[in-house]
């Protein structure tokens, strides 16, 4: 019953570290996903994949990179972290595919740039 | 652009009373519309989903309708309880996207014992 699992939950880091955030998906979901979400705002898209080797931009993809070398791992790369980055970070799949779009989140890494 | 807005971003209402939460969104050209909670300091937890074809889903004292022409949908929630408090989201996922949501801002709302 693990769902959809993001490491770590909290991190801190100074401007100009890099940190790699960890999702891993146990529904065999094809479609995965990254966002982030500023205080008081809605969720905005940052990376996204259809599959295993297929990833494209969302709305805020600047500062990140991605990479899906599985079905189940989706891991989220800062590069040069920037204060501009201090939010929360979520990961979710679906299966994407027919009318069954439900979309399963993890529970969030709260990210602090200093 | 294809947006979702959330009116009012806060609302507050004593236990018992039967509420609703609305959502629009700018492009009658959805897929699918779903709901979720998030509680604070922790993720969403989806509660309902509605497909394009779709006008309502229930679930319990929860029950969220969609209008594709007004490019409208609500939340309904009977008889609200304190263990109700929580932020509900609306997400939309538009036709010819990778089945990406795009999220309205949210709705915080507060039942008061």
């Known amino acids: 019953n693990a769902g959809v699992t993001q490491t770590p939950k909290f991190r801190i880091l100074k401007i100009g570290q890099s940190m790699t955030l960890q999702c891993t998906q146990d529904m065999n979901h094809n479609y995965m996903y990254w966002y982030r979400q500023d205080p008081g705002m809605g969720l905005k898209l940052i990376y996204y994949s259809v599959g295993a080797g297929i990833t494209d931009k969302g709305e805020v993809p600047n500062g990140y990179n991605v990479s899906r070398s599985t079905t189940e791992d989706f891991p989220l790369r800062l590069e040069l972290a920037a204060p501009s980055q201090t939010s929360v970070y979520f990961c979710?799949?679906?299966?994407?595919?027919?009318?069954?779009?439900?979309?399963?989140f993890g529970q969030g890494t709260r990210l602090t740039v200093v | 652009k294809q947006e979702v807005t959330q009116i009012p971003a806060a609302l507050s209402v004593p236990e018992g009373e039967n509420l609703v939460l609305n959502c629009s969104f700018t492009?009658?050209?959805?897929?699918?519309l779903q709901w979720f909670r998030q509680d604070p300091g922790k993720g969403l937890t989806s509660l309902l989903l509605i497909q394009s074809s779709q006008r309502e889903q229930t679930s319990g004292r929860l029950n969220a309708s969609l209008d594709k022409s007004s490019g409208r949908s609500t939340l309904y929630i009977a008889a609200s309880q304190p263990g109700d408090s929580a932020t509900y989201l609306c997400?939309?996922?538009?036709?010819?996207?990778?089945?990406?949501?795009?999220f309205g801002s949210g709705t915080q709302l507060t039942v008061l014992p």
């Open positions: 492009d009658s050209a959805i897929y699918n």
């Open positions: 997400a939309v996922i538009y036709t010819g996207s990778a089945r990406q949501l795009t």
């Open positions: 979710a799949s679906s299966y994407g595919q027919g009318a069954n779009t439900e979309a399963f």
